[in-house]
C-alpha cells in the first residue's frame, strides 16, 4: 500500500549537519505516525524520532535537543535535519510509516520501511 524512499545520507565531520529525507507514495491516510530508527554495526535498531498526523513529536535521549523531525503532507515526505553530529551518530538511517496509531518507539508497530540511507561522521 506504501512505498517509502529515502536519500540524504553521507559521510561528515563531527559537528557538521544532514538532512535525510523521505518520501511516500501510496494510498492517503487521515490517521498515521511518521518515524526515524537508524543501527549501528553490531547494535540494536534505535528510535530516533517520530511525528504524528495530528502534529505530536517524540524523540530518543541520545538526539532530542539535536535532531528535529517534520513533514510536508503535500509532498507525503517526512524530513530528519541533523544537527551538531558526533562519531555515535554513525549508522543506516531507515525511515517507517505506520498507517494508524501504535507506540512510537515500536519498531515493530511500524508497516511500512525505506531502504536505509549511510550517515557517517568522522571525528
Known amino acids: 500500500q506504501v512505498q517509502l524512499v529515502e536519500s540524504g545520507g553521507g559521510l561528515v565531520q563531527a559537528g557538521d549537519s544532514l538532512r535525510l529525507s523521505c518520501a511516500a507514495s501510496?494510498?492517503?491516510?487521515?490517521?498515521?505516525?511518521w518515524g526515524w530508527f537508524r543501527q549501528a554495526p553490531g547494535k540494536e535498531r534505535e528510535f530516533v524520532a517520530s511525528?504524528?498526523?495530528?502534529?505530536?513529536?517524540n524523540y530518543g535521549d541520545s538526539v532530542e535537543g539535536r535532531f528535529t523531525i517534520s513533514s510536508d503532507n503535500a509532498k507525503n515526505t517526512v524530513y530528519l535535519q541533523m544537527n551538531s553530529l558526533n562519531p555515535e551518530d554513525t549508522a543506516v538511517y531507515y525511515c517507517?510509516?505506520?498507517?494508524?496509531?501504535?507506540?512510537?518507539?515500536?519498531?515493530?508497530?511500524?508497516?511500512?520501511w525505506g531502504q536505509g540511507t549511510q550517515v557517517t561522521v568522522s571525528s
Open positions: 517507517a510509516f505506520m498507517a494508524g496509531l501504535g507506540y512510537w518507539s515500536r519498531a515493530s508497530d511500524y508497516d511500512y
Open positions: 501510496g494510498r492517503a491516510f487521515s490517521t498515521y505516525t
Open positions: 511525528r504524528r498526523s495530528i502534529g505530536l513529536t
